[in-house]
C-alpha cells in the first residue's frame, strides 16, 4: 500500500494546555481510518494542523512524501487534502454550482468558466454517486444534500484525502448509512478518508482502522476488525465506563397531558397538533433530526411562550399561564437544550446561577431582598451532592467545564423535587463519563416517581433512557412505540416521517399503555 | 502578539487599573500641556491648588461633582443592564423645569420645606423617568436601538425646555433674559459651607450613590437586572421578567438624572436656563465608564473629573493654556480605563 499522508510527532499548546503531544498517524491508499475520541480529546486540532489552520510547534506533516508548509491552508488544498467540517461552510443565498466553484478561479478573472465547472460537478457527481442539482440553491437543501456538496467541494479541488469532521453529527441513521456506503466508494475510487467521531457503532461498522486519542495522545491503534466496542469504549475514556441501566417502569398517573398543541413559528420551528400524555414513573423519548420542533417543544413545556392552540394540563390541572415561574411552581423542572446559551450566565457567579430559576421563592429571597447566605449554603449542598468538581459558590459559573455545569443544572432542578423532568438535549457534547452520571440522575429522578420528558438526537441515549419514543418530524409527533420494539431502523424511519411501522406498534401495544 | 483572558482577574488589579488609567491620561495631557509651552507638573499643581488649595475651590468643586454623581449613576445603573441611555443630558433638563413648573403652584410655596423639596425631588425624577420610558416602550414594542433615540431625546428636551422659558415660563422680572420664574424659597436645599455655593444636594447624591449599590448587590432586582444585561437569553430561561425588569432599571436610570436636574435648580441656580448643564449628562457616560459601571466608584469617578474641570479653568488663567485641556484630559482617560480593564481581564502573548 501507498502511504498518503503522514503526520509525526505533532505537538500543539495552547499556553499551559497541551492540545496534542507527539502525535503520529498516518493513512494509506483506499483506507478509512476512524479518528475516534472524546471532546477536548484534540482531534479537531489535529485535523486543523493537518489542513494549516493552526501550525504546531514540533511536528510535521507530510502528503505524499512532500512535507506541507504549516500554517498555509491553500498548501493543503494544493496537495490534495479537502475537509468537510460538521458545521457547513456554504453559502445558502448562492446555487451548489456558484458554491463549488468559489475560491477555485483567479479573481481576476473577469468570466467564470461555468460550463467546464459545471460538466466537471456533474462528472463528480456521476462517479461517487453524490447527486445533487447544480442550480438548486443552498438554502433550499436538505441537512444530508448540504453535507453532498461540501464534499463535492472538496473533491472539486481534486482532494485524493478527505478529512470529514463529525459528519454523521446533522445525519438520520438512514442518511447517515447512506454517507458511509458513499465513503466506501469513494475508496474504491482511489481516495483515502480520516474521519472523526465519538460514536462507537459508526466506527466500528465505517472504518478500516482505528485511531484512538485521548488527552491530546495517542492511545491506541486498532484494526477495526480485531477490536470491539467494548474495547474502543474503554481505551476511549481511559477506564470502563457503563452508562446505567434501565429498570422496568411501573407508570402511575398522567402527569403532564398535551392534547392539540401548535405553535405558530417565533423563529425556531412551529409545532403542529402535537398530542402526547406522560405519566408518573416514566420516560418518554421524543426523538428527531434537530430543527424539527423539539426545541420549541421544549420552551412551551418550560413556560416560555404560550401555545397558539391546544391545551396542556399539568397533574390534571389546566395550564393557564405560560410563564417561567408557573411552570417552576406547578413542578415542572427544566434541563436546557444548550447550557451555554440559555442555562448558565457564564459571567455570574455559581450561587446566583444557581439560585436564580428560584430567587422569588421565600427560601432564597425576603421582602425584594437576596438572602445571600440561603443561597450559597444551598450552592455548596448542590456542589457536594452532585460532585461538580472546579467550582467554587463565588466563582464565576464561566470556568466549569460542559459536564460540571450539566451537574449543576441537574442539580438546581432536582434539588426542587419535581413532579416533570424536561431534559432537552441533557447529554450534548458531554463526554462518556458525564453522560453515564446524567443517565443515572435522569433514571434516578424516573425512580421517584417523576415523569421525564427526554427531548434528544441520540438514539443510543433515547433507547437506553425511555420507556416510550415518539418521533418530531416538521413540528408533528408520530406514534409511541415501546422502547423494546425500538432498533435504529425503526427509529430512522420514524424521523424520518415514515410512520406506518410505528402506527401498527402503537395499535398493537395501546392496551399496554 | 496574542490576548489571552485571565481566567481569575486579581482583586488587586481590577482595582488598581483605574488608578493606573488616570496616571496614564495625566502623563499623555502633560504631554500636551509640555508642547502648549508650559511646564506640565506646575499645571497640575496648579489644578490641585485651584480645587483642594481653598475653601472656596473645595467648595466649587464638591459643588460640581454633585450633579456628575447622579448622572454617572444614572449611566452605571442603565449600562449594568446593557440599555443604553445616553439621554442623560436630556433627562437632566427635564427634572430641571419640571421643579421650576411645580415651583410656579402657588400651594408649593406654602408649605413646609422638607415636603416642598421632597415633592420637587419626586417631580425631577419622574420628569427624567418619563423621557427614558418612551425609548424603551419603542425598543421593547418595535426593537427600535435606545441608543439612536435617548441621543436625539436630547436635543428635542433641551428645545422644550427652551420652548418654556421663553414662553409660558419665562421670568418677567430677568429683563428679557430667558429663564425660568425663579423656584420659592421653601425648595432651597441648605448651605453646607456658609458664604460658598456648596448645598445638601451632594449628601443626597453620595446616599443615592450608597442606595443605588445596595440595591445592585443585595436586592432581587438588582439580580434579576444584571442576568438581562449579561445574557437576556439565559435570564428569560430563568424567568426573569425582561420587559418588566428593563422597565425597573430606565425608571431609576431617569430618575437620577433628572433627579441631578431638580437638585442642581434647587440647591445651585433657584432657575433654569439652557446652560444649566455643561454637559453633565455626557459627562455622567464616561464617569460610569472610568467607575467600571460602580456606584460606588462613580462618586470617586465625579469628583476626578470635577477636580479637572474646576482645576483647568484656574490653571488657564496662570499659565494661558486653554481650559479645553479639562476635556481632553477627561476623555484621555475614558481611552486609557478602557485599556486598563482590557488589561485587567487579559493579558498579553508572544
Known amino acids: ?513 | 502578539m496574542r490576548f489571552e483572558r485571565r481566567e481569575h482577574p486579581s482583586r488587586a488589579l481590577t482595582l488598581l487599573a483605574p488608578l493606573g488609567a488616570i496616571l496614564g491620561a495625566l502623563v499623555v495631557a502633560g504631554v500636551l500641556i509640555a508642547i502648549a509651552g508650559a511646564n506640565p507638573f506646575r499645571a497640575y499643581a496648579l489644578i490641585l491648588n485651584g480645587t483642594f488649595g481653598s475653601r472656596l475651590g473645595i467648595s466649587e468643586t464638591l459643588t460640581r461633582t454633585t450633579p456628575l454623581i447622579l448622572t454617572g449613576l444614572a449611566a452605571a445603573v442603565a449600562f449594568r443592564a446593557r440599555l443604553w441611555n445616553i439621554g442623560g443630558e436630556g433627562q437632566f433638563y427635564l427634572g430641571a423645569i419640571a421643579v421650576a413648573a411645580l415651583g410656579m403652584i402657588p400651594a408649593i410655596a406654602a408649605m413646609p420645606a422638607p415636603i416642598a423639596i421632597a415633592l420637587c425631588c419626586i417631580a425631577g425624577a419622574v420628569a427624567g423617568m418619563v423621557l427614558l420610558l418612551v425609548p424603551l416602550g419603542l425598543r421593547l414594542r418595535f426593537g427600535v436601538d435606545e441608543v439612536v433615540t435617548t441621543l436625539l431625546l436630547n436635543f428635542v428636551a433641551l428645545l422644550f425646555v427652551s420652548l418654556m422659558i421663553e414662553g409660558a415660563m419665562k421670568d418677567p422680572l430677568a429683563f428679557g433674559w430667558p429663564q425660568s420664574v425663579p423656584v420659592p424659597d421653601n425648595t432651597l436645599l441648605a448651605t453646607l459651607i456658609p458664604r460658598t455655593r456648596l448645598h445638601a444636594g451632594l449628601l443626597i447624591a453620595v446616599a443615592m450613590a450608597v442606595v443605588v449599590w445596595f440595591v445592585q448587590a443585595r436586592s432581587v432586582f438588582g439580580m434579576r437586572a444584571r442576568a438581562a444585561g449579561l445574557n437576556p437569553r439565559a435570564a428569560a430561561f430563568s424567568g426573569v421578567p425582561l420587559g418588566r425588569t428593563l422597565i425597573g432599571v430606565a425608571c431609576l436610570s431617569g430618575g437620577l438624572a433628572g433627579l441631578a436636574g431638580a437638585i442642581e435648580v434647587m440647591g445651585v441656580k433657584g432657575y433654569v436656563t439652557t446652560d444649566l448643564s455643561p454637559n453633565y449628562g455626557y459627562s455622567g457616560i464616561v464617569i460610569a465608564m472610568l467607575a467600571n459601571l460602580n456606584p460606588l466608584g462613580v462618586i470617586v469617578a465625579a469628583l476626578f473629573t470635577a477636580v479637572m474641570f474646576v482645576g483647568a479653568d484656574s490653571m488657564s488663567r496662570a499659565l494661558s493654556i486653554p481650559s479645553y485641556i479639562a476635556d481632553v484630559t477627561v476623555a484621555l482617560s475614558l481611552l486609557t480605563m478602557l485599556v486598563a480593564i482590557f488589561l485587567a481581564q487579559y493579558r498579553i502573548r508572544r
Open chain 1, 1 to 513: 500500500m501507498t502511504r498518503v499522508l503522514e503526520l509525526s510527532h505533532i505537538t500543539k499548546r495552547f499556553g499551559a494546555v497541551t492540545a496534542n503531544e507527539d502525535v503520529s498517524l498516518h493513512l494509506d491508499r483506499g483506507e478509512i481510518v476512524a479518528l475516534l475520541g472524546e471532546n477536548g480529546a484534540g482531534k479537531t486540532t489535529l485535523m486543523s494542523i493537518l489542513f494549516g489552520h493552526y501550525t504546531a510547534d514540533e511536528g510535521t506533516v507530510s502528503v505524499e512524501g512532500q512535507e506541507l508548509p504549516p500554517g498555509r491552508s491553500r498548501a493543503a488544498i494544493r496537495a490534495g487534502v479537502g475537509m468537510v467540517h460538521q458545521h457547513f461552510a456554504l453559502a445558502p443565498n448562492l446555487s451548489v454550482l456558484d458554491n463549488v466553484m468559489t475560491g477555485t478561479e483567479p479573481l481576476w478573472r473577469l468570466r467564470s468558466d461555468r460550463a467546464a465547472g459545471r460538466a466537471k460537478l456533474v462528472a463528480l457527481s456521476e462517479r461517487f454517486g453524490l447527486r445533487v442539482d447544480p442550480d438548486a440553491l443552498v438554502s433550499e437543501l436538505s441537512v444530508g444534500e448540504c453535507q453532498r456538496v461540501e464534499i463535492l467541494k472538496a473533491l472539486y479541488n481534486d482532494a485524493r484525502i478527505l478529512i470529514l469532521d463529525e459528519p454523521t453529527a446533522v445525519l438520520t441513521a438512514q442518511e447517515a448509512e447512506g454517507l458511509f456506503a458513499t465513503l466506501r466508494q469513494m475508496t474504491e475510487n482511489g481516495l483515502s478518508l480520516i474521519f472523526i467521531s465519538h460514536k462507537l457503532h459508526e466506527v466500528m461498522s465505517a472504518s478500516d482502522r482505528v485511531v484512538v486519542l485521548r488527552r491530546g495522545r495517542v492511545v491506541a491503534e486498532r484494526r477495526t476488525s480485531d477490536t470491539s466496542r467494548e474495547e474502543l469504549a474503554e481505551l476511549m475514556v481511559g477506564r470502563k465506563v457503563e452508562r446505567p441501566a434501565r429498570p422496568p417502569a411501573t407508570p402511575g398517573r398522567v402527569l403532564l397531558s398535551a392534547v392539540d398543541l401548535s405553535v405558530a413559528g417565533k423563529g425556531g420551528a412551529s409545532l403542529h397538533g402535537v398530542s402526547f400524555r406522560l405519566r408518573a414513573g416514566e420516560t418518554l423519548g421524543i426523538i428527531g433530526v434537530s430543527g424539527n420542533g423539539q426545541t420549541t417543544l421544549a420552551g412551551l413545556i418550560s413556560g416560555l411562550y404560550p401555545p397558539t392552540s391546544g391545551s396542556l394540563s399539568v397533574d390534571g390541572r389546566a395550564v393557564t399561564r405560560y410563564s417561567v415561574p408557573d411552570a417552576i411552581a406547578a413542578g415542572i423542572g427544566r434541563i436546557p437544550e444548550d447550557r451555554n446559551a440559555e442555562g448558565t450566565i457564564g459571567d455570574m457567579t455559581t450561587w446566583e446561577n444557581a439560585v436564580l430559576e428560584r430567587i422569588w421563592s421565600p427560601d432564597f429571597s425576603a421582602r425584594g431582598f437576596v438572602r445571600r447566605a440561603a443561597a450559597r449554603k444551598a450552592t455548596a449542598d448542590i456542589l457536594e451532592r452532585y460532585d461538580v468538581r472546579g467550582a467554587t459558590v463565588d466563582g464565576r459559573i464561566r470556568l466549569l467545564s460542559g459536564g460540571n455545569m450539566q451537574k449543576l443544572i441537574l442539580g438546581r432542578v432536582l434539588e426542587a423535587g419535581p413532579d416533570i423532568l424536561v431534559a432537552a438535549q441533557p447529554s450534548r457534547g458531554l463526554d462518556e463519563g458525564a453522560i453515564a452520571g446524567v443517565h443515572a440522575r435522569l433514571l434516578e429522578a424516573r425512580g421517584r416517581g417523576a415523569g421525564v420528558l427526554l427531548i434528544s438526537e441520540d438514539l443510543d441515549e433515547v433507547i437506553a433512557l425511555s420507556d416510550r419514543i415518539r418521533a418530531i418530524v416538521n413540528g408533528r409527533l408520530s406514534p409511541a412505540i415501546p422502547a423494546e420494539r425500538a432498533n435504529a431502523q425503526l427509529l430512522g424511519l420514524m424521523m424520518a416521517g415514515d410512520w406506518t411501522a410505528a402506527e401498527r406498534i402503537e395499535a398493537e401495544t395501546h392496551d399496554a399503555l
